[in-house]
């Protein structure tokens, strides 16, 4: 296991930067509802139930939302929404309900330890060895057991993806979109996570993973008779005779695809 990057113990100074960016409602329903999926049951586990919505942007809806989503897992769920911008932590304050509030805080996470942490649009913005240390901060704040969920998505949420962190280092990626507007697959190369977004070239797993998804979806394009979810079904499948896929059928319905994340990792 890796050493974790030792953090002040005080609260007074929260790591990141204020981004830039617009935040819509129910742009994050995707990563919403695959976390009440796949992270269910670490949820409903956990000795405390608290999720952090990390730089949830100029309006508080994504983290209200995810609260909705979240309750029918774990009825007792507390959302914390964390923004380093002390105008947007006030803007907030409104939206507060049991179970949802809204604090000042950065990559720390404001000295807590959740279960949880969905950091979505935020490191896009930044450069890479800066995204790499945010990793490693928030692994660093993680209760047992705790996860990260940190990825991207367009501004309607049509595609995207995001990684599965634990304590020890990312475990898996996630891509997704709406197979009705795609037309190939190798579109949601733009809204790759920040660790990856760079290396969509000639020579990187990630290139060669989206390079087999088109070349997958060109051999079932009789499907498209059937419309694009099916092709995209098909195509997930597929990859799975030469790629580590770890997501199952019904999420392939939905237009996503989870690999593990030794396969996508940056070469070197």
């Known amino acids: ?3 974790r ?3 002040s113990a005080g609260r007074a100074r929260a790591l990141g930067l204020p981004t830039r960016g617009t935040t819509n409602a129910n742009r994050l329903r995707r990563m919403d509802n695959w976390i009440a999926t796949a992270l269910g049951a670490r949820l409903r586990a956990a000795a405390e139930p608290l999720v952090i919505d990390l730089g949830y942007g100029a309006s508080p809806v994504t983290a209200v939302e995810l609260h909705d989503r979240l309750r029918p897992v774990r009825a007792d769920v507390h959302v914390l929404g964390l923004e380093i911008d002390p105008d947007r932590v006030a803007a907030a304050q409104p939206a507060t309900r049991p179970g949802l509030s809204f604090e000042r805080g950065g990559f720390e996470l404001a000295g807590r330890r959740p279960c949880v942490v969905r950091a979505a649009n935020v490191l896009r913005q930044y450069p890479e060895p800066a995204a ?3 990793w490693q901060a928030m692994q660093a704040q993680l209760a047992p057991d705790g996860v990260v969920v940190e990825g991207t998505c367009d501004e309607l949420g049509r595609r995207g993806s995001w990684v599965l962190l634990d304590g020890d280092g990312p475990r898996s990626l996630t891509l997704f979109c709406r197979p009705e507007l795609v037309q190939r697959p190798s579109e949601v190369a733009d809204r790759l996570v920040k660790a990856l977004i760079h290396r969509n070239v000639p020579g ?5 993973l989206l390079q087999a998804m088109d070349a997958a ?5 009789p499907l498209a008779a059937f419309g694009n979810r099916q092709r995209w ?3 997930c499948q597929a990859l799975g005779t030469d790629w580590p896929v770890l997501s199952r059928a019904g999420r392939h ?3 996503e695809l989870t690999v593990a994340w030794p396969a996508v990792a940056p070469a070197g």
């Open 233 to 235: 079904q098909a195509m």
């Open 217 to 221: 979806w060109d051999r079932h394009a």
């Open 132 to 134: 790499r240390d945010a």
């Open 204 to 208: 990187e797993p990630v290139h060669a």
């Open 1 to 3: 296991m890796k050493q």
């Open 5 to 7: 990057p030792r953090l």
């Open 253 to 255: 319905r939905l237009g």
